[in-house]
């Protein structure tokens, strides 16, 4: 291409993949690295033979999607075996290198009975939060075990994680923040009960009803918006709106520790009556001892990503065997159940 007079003429950067380099007039030709020229080319056999077995041993040597023994399930509604999970951590390295990873859970088994409450306490940063997103099918596992009711959990985003919605249920920490602020407050509870297709126009709307006075709202409560809703009553909205799909488990991320004191009482109250009259199972995520020891059968004490005690809610945080679980002990002093509300 010719220059225009009067103007510098363009010069054009031309890559040879054998030559090299010259500059000839208005072209320059670089050399492509052998490097950048190695990563077109497709991975030997030899390679892609062996890529199998490392990628299991990553995983802990288990195949993603194996069920859970039945002799391990027969009592327990959800069952966790060995479960894994990390993130990357750090810029991204040069030519697609992997990145460093940082482990949240390591080697995590659990298992919680029908109707039973279990509480997973640990400080921020633990993995509390990440093992109840993975319950929930939020996140996948990097390695172990997953099974509700004697089934394995299929992975995130999953096309089968859609009826398993209605029977696992997940109440946020900050209501405000998980409720859509256009929906009144029966629209919200009865969104649920649309997306599943259950029942007409009419039912839904009393099947809504029904459990927003059954965390004890009123319809003056079902019609109003978020923001014109107390902590307390922002919470029992979203209560209500996993009630309604009739669940049988229910985890619970910091269900109380938005709210005031005297608000907390009342929301733990309401959660040990529901728990009876739906004989619901809750998995409780919280780092507040006596909302544990309040609520909870069963505790399992998470730190660094790992289970290092684990037993009856009393016995646990009355006499703790683990280092770490007597400095939580002697940090947040934890009152008789009959002091919590």
């Known amino acids: 291409m010719r220059a225009a007079p009067g103007r510098p003429a363009r010069r054009r950067l031309a890559v040879d993949r054998g030559r090299a380099g010259c500059a000839r007039g208005r072209c320059r030709r670089l050399r492509v690295r052998a490097a950048l020229r190695a990563r077109e080319r497709p991975l030997p056999a030899r390679a892609a033979a062996a890529r199998g077995p490392r990628r299991r041993a990553a995983h802990g040597g288990l195949p993603r999607g194996r069920a859970v023994s039945a002799a391990a399930t027969s009592a327990a509604l959800l069952v966790a075996r060995a479960i894994a999970k990390s993130y990357p951590v750090g810029p991204r390295r040069l030519l697609g290198g992997a990145r460093a990873r940082r482990a949240v859970l390591c ?6 009975a029908r109707g039973g409450a279990l509480g997973l306490v640990g400080e921020s940063g633990s993995g509390k939060s990440t093992f109840a997103r993975l319950v929930v099918g939020l996140e996948s596992p990097e390695a172990g075990e997953l099974a509700f009711d004697g089934r394995p959990l299929p992975r995130a ?3 089968a994680w859609r009826p398993l919605r209605r029977r696992v249920q997940l109440v946020f920490q900050n209501p405000l923040a998980a409720l859509d602020p256009a929906l009144r407050a029966l629209a919200a509870v009865e969104e649920g009960l649309a997306i599943h297709r259950l029942g007409k126009r009419d039912e839904r709307r009393r099947r809504a009803a029904a459990a927003l006075e059954s965390v004890g709202l009123s319809s003056e409560h079902a019609r109003a918006l978020p923001h014109e809703l107390s902590g307390g009553q922002r919470q029992r909205v979203a209560l209500a709106r996993a009630l309604v799909l009739e669940p049988e ?4 991320d910091e269900p109380t520790s938005a709210l005031d004191v005297s608000v907390q009482a009342q929301v733990l109250n309401l959660l ?20 544990v020891r309040a609520t909870c059968d069963e505790v399992a004490v998470l730190h660094a990503g790992r289970i290092v005690e684990r037993g009856g809610s ?9 280092a770490y679980t007597r400095a939580l002990v002697a940090a947040v002093p934890v009152p008789p159940p009959a002091a919590v509300g």
């Open 107 to 112: 080697d995590v088994s659990l298992e919680l």
């Open 157 to 159: 985003g999953a096309r």
């Open 249 to 252: 488990l229910l985890v619970l």
């Open 272 to 291: 040990a009556r529901l728990r009876e009259r739906h004989g619901l199972a809750y998995l409780l995520i919280s780092h507040d001892l006596a909302v």
């Open 314 to 322: 009393d016995d646990v945080l009355r006499a703790p065997r683990d």
